[in-house]
């Protein structure tokens, strides 16, 4: 069989979030693995079809994968591959709906393309294809841990009246923004690249600000990868978050 080839950055993207995705609901649904074996298992296996997609499909890019070993060599390149396989291990081994896997590309240190897979609700975010984001509501709403949500966010949620909507992923909760389901996503407990490539690319290219709490970019296939913490969210609160952290 002639192998498939997708031109199209995105398009690729999308299809590889998708894949992987459809195949960890397959895992999983198994019946066969649970608890630890179940998320190493979805762990290898995404990842597996993932690196080796990438490398058939684009074999001059980059690759930095939360999976496997990193080498200096994506740091010579221009176009970096960022995945993580399963972005929310444990909701995943619990059958939960708040986990996903991520699909960049970072050009030139930019997230420039992204897919956000969200299998649990047969959902593909994309960055090539950005929806409407709703109108908030009166009463803002922002994403926390659901297991560790992180001090600055709850005092920061606390001045803005902010609600506290506890969720798993990193990609879950930055979706919940691109999908209207949340205003806020702040993040100061320390990430790394591929924790958030994709998502930041998706948010966006759907009109959000996104950046360093600091306000800084935030800059991709570095040497150490990383990350202190984001921000997420509709353009108008961007300052108001800035202003409650600089009064914490």
């Known amino acids: 069989m002639k192998d498939k080839i997708i031109e199209d950055d ?8 998708d894949t992987a995705g459809k195949l960890l609901l397959r895992v999983r649904d198994s019946g066969l693995l649970t608890g630890k074996a179940l998320g190493k298992a979805g762990d290898e296996t995404a990842n597996q079809f993932l690196i080796h997609a990438i490398a058939q499909q684009r074999p001059d890019d980059g690759l930095l994968s939360e999976e496997s070993k990193d080498t200096e060599a ?11 396989p399963v972005d ?23 997230p420039a393309i992204g897919a956000v897979a969200l299998p ?18 009166e009463k803002l709403r922002m994403v926390v841990s ?24 990193a990609g879950a909760k930055a979706m919940a923004v691109v ?31 996104v950046s360093r709490v600091d306000g800084s ?20 609160h961007a300052d108001p978050v800035f202003e409650a952290l600089a009064g914490l």
Do not use: F
């Open 120 to 137: 649990g609700l047969d959902l593909v975010l994309r960055s090539d294809q950005p929806n409407r984001i709703p109108l908030p509501p």
């Open 10 to 17: 995105a398009a690729l993207a999308s299809h590889l979030a």
């Open 88 to 110: 929310g291990t444990r909701e995943y081994g619990e059958g939960r709906t708040d986990w996903a896997v991520h699909v960049a590309l970072a050009i030139d240190t930019v």
């Open 146 to 169: 659901r297991t560790r949500p992180a001090a600055e966010a709850v005092a920061v949620a606390k001045i803005l009246n902010a609600e506290l909507v506890p969720m798993g992923s």
């Open 217 to 236: 970019p935030l800059v991709y296939n570095q040497r150490d990868v990383y990350m202190p913490d984001l921000l997420i969210c509709r353009k108008e």
């Open 74 to 84: 994506r740091l010579s390149k221009s176009r970096v591959w960022i995945i993580d």
């Open 179 to 209: 999908r209207g389901e949340a205003d806020i996503y702040l993040h100061t407990g320390g990430q790394y690249e591929w924790d958030s490539c994709a998502p930041i690319a998706v948010a966006a290219a759907h009109g959000l600000h």
